[in-house]
């Protein structure tokens, strides 16, 4: 049996008792954490791995159950009501089942001939999901990604060879090596890691990227970004892109969308919007409002793996005119063949930058008519509920300090000791980021951590991000109590 075949006529009935033994395994390995991750320190963790992994012999039939067992025994659950740190879903049970079947029959995008149904599929996905945000079906393209890095790396290729190509022959300086005029990104300073990474890719180099100062909930401020554009055409740089973040990873701010697309394009600049998060606000009447003017962006990146209940990966990368997307053309005569082409055979290569590439647009779209619009932007409108809730519990609690309200799903608050420990900024720092890493050792949740913009201590903060719609207000207020309790801990500890 362990040398089956998941596809052709027979390969659903090699699955099947493979598939009860992980189910099995996964209900037992639940049980043996026993909350939201397994206690103990890392090294412990690690050896409990090790000697699982080591101790199955090759030709074990029995490895398949014992490693699921081990791997859920080991893992954060973003199921678990305590597990509350990332942007990192747990997934819908059918969109777990549709991408069983993509699996066992494992096409792959980059030939019509290795996914015939998949790449119509893909096509029909993604001019749906453009109507959504706003564009034109009939001039609008895009692809399914890795998620928001690789589809932020797209946007900012297309915008370079877009913008740079068209700067009437100039040769514009893109390493900062030549004295030419430089090219430049315009991003918050809550913006994404990963576009100082792509610009370093793309040859722009990280310091092309200007941070553009944000407000309390860190959003971009609009007249700073007026202001500094102003300033790269006095200096004769060139403005080659605007990002805008609908859904920050910390605070969920949404930036000015429509004020960004007016100034990016008085300027020549493209507008890219990274709405990896907070693109799954535009399943809710009720948040959707928060994205006004994302159609007016030439790309847009979003994350159904985030607020979409899918197992990653489900980015996607849409842009608003298919024209742009000339550079990033392929021709390879053993997957796309002109005379294919030409005689109805479709080709999805030259939209992706990768080759191989998994049917991830299947569990999407078998969740979207599973669910309907509607039904996902109730899970949508759930999380946002909870996140009301709990940073009201927060700001009712004498021994908690909120950042700010929540836009979205997720909101920043801190521990506050007592006498002068709640004064110095600097043991606040510590106090916090110990109670979470004890909050970790015991098993008993898992707590995000971040850092307000600025210098200086004071700035450390805890952070729950409530993607889990099944999740109770009550279930929410006892993990804020039990914040309270592990910087109680922490506190006598000083």
């Known amino acids: 049996m362990s040398a089956d075949l998941s596809g052709g006529v027979g390969g659903a009935a090699a ?132 998620g928001g890095t690789e589809s932020n790396l797209m946007g900012l290729m297309l915008a370079r060879d877009r913008v740079l190509g068209a700067v009437n022959g100039r040769r514009v300086e893109m390493s900062g090596v030549s004295g030419g005029p430089r090219a430049r990104i315009l991003a918050s300073a809550a913006a994404h890691f990963s576009v100082q990474r792509a610009a370093a890719l793309l040859g722009l180099g990280e310091d092309a990227v200007i941070p553009v100062p944000v407000d309390r909930n860190l959003r971009m401020r609009e007249r700073e970004l007026a202001g500094l554009l102003e300033t790269c055409r006095r200096r004769g740089q060139v403005p080659v892109a605007v990002v805008a973040t609908a859904g920050t990873t910390d605070t969920g701010a949404v930036d000015p969308l429509r004020a960004c697309a007016e100034l990016a394009a008085a300027h020549g600049a493209w507008l890219h919007v990274d709405a990896a998060y907070g693109g799954g606000a535009l399943l809710s009447d009720r948040l959707a409002p928060l994205l006004d003017g994302i159609g007016a962006a030439d790309s847009v990146s979003l994350d159904w793996h985030k607020l979409g209940w899918q197992p990653a ?64 932007g109730r899970l949508v409108d759930a999380c946002h509920d909870l996140a009301v809730a709990g940073a009201r519990t927060v700001r009712e609690h004498p021994r908690l300090e909120l950042h700010a309200a929540p836009v979205l799903t997720v909101f920043l608050f801190r521990y506050m000791g007592e006498g002068a420990e709640g004064g110095d900024p600097a043991v606040l720092d510590r106090v916090n980021a110990s109670l979470r890493r004890r909050l970790l050792r015991e098993g008993r949740a898992v707590v995000g951590r971040t850092e307000l913009p600025g210098e200086g201590p004071g700035r450390v903060r805890l952070k729950l991000t409530l993607l889990n719609p099944h999740t109770t207000p009550a279930e929410v207020e006892r993990l804020l109590h039990a914040v309270v309790a592990a910087g109680r801990a922490e506190e006598d500890l000083l």
Request: proline letters at 8%; aromatic letters at 4%.
């Open 15 to 146: 699955l099947e008792p493979l598939l009860a033994a992980v189910l099995a395994a996964l209900a037992e390995g639940a049980e043996l954490r026993g909350g939201p991750l397994p206690a103990g320190l890392p090294q412990d963790i690690a050896a409990v791995v090790a000697e699982g992994f080591g101790a199955s012999p090759d030709g074990d039939p029995s490895a398949l159950g014992r490693f699921s067992r081990l791997l859920a025994a080991g893992s954060a659950d973003p199921a678990h009501p305590a597990c509350a740190a990332h942007l990192h879903c747990p997934p819908l049970a059918v969109a777990v089942a549709a991408d069983l079947a993509v699996s066992a029959l494992n096409p792959s995008q980059d030939s019509w001939d290795q996914a015939p149904a998949a790449t119509v599929l893909e096509t029909l996905l993604l001019r749906e999901l453009g109507q959504m945000v706003g564009y034109d079906p009939e001039h609008a393209a895009g692809v399914l990604t890795s």
């Open 313 to 376: 990966a489900a980015g996607v990368f849409l842009v608003r005119e298919s024209e742009t997307y000339a550079s990033l053309a392929r021709r390879a005569v053993y997957l796309n063949p002109a005379d294919d082409e030409e005689a109805g055979y479709p080709s999805l290569l030259g939209l992706s930058l990768r080759t191989t590439r998994r049917a991830d647009a299947f569990k999407i779209a078998v969740t979207l008519r599973t669910l309907g619009r509607a039904g996902l």
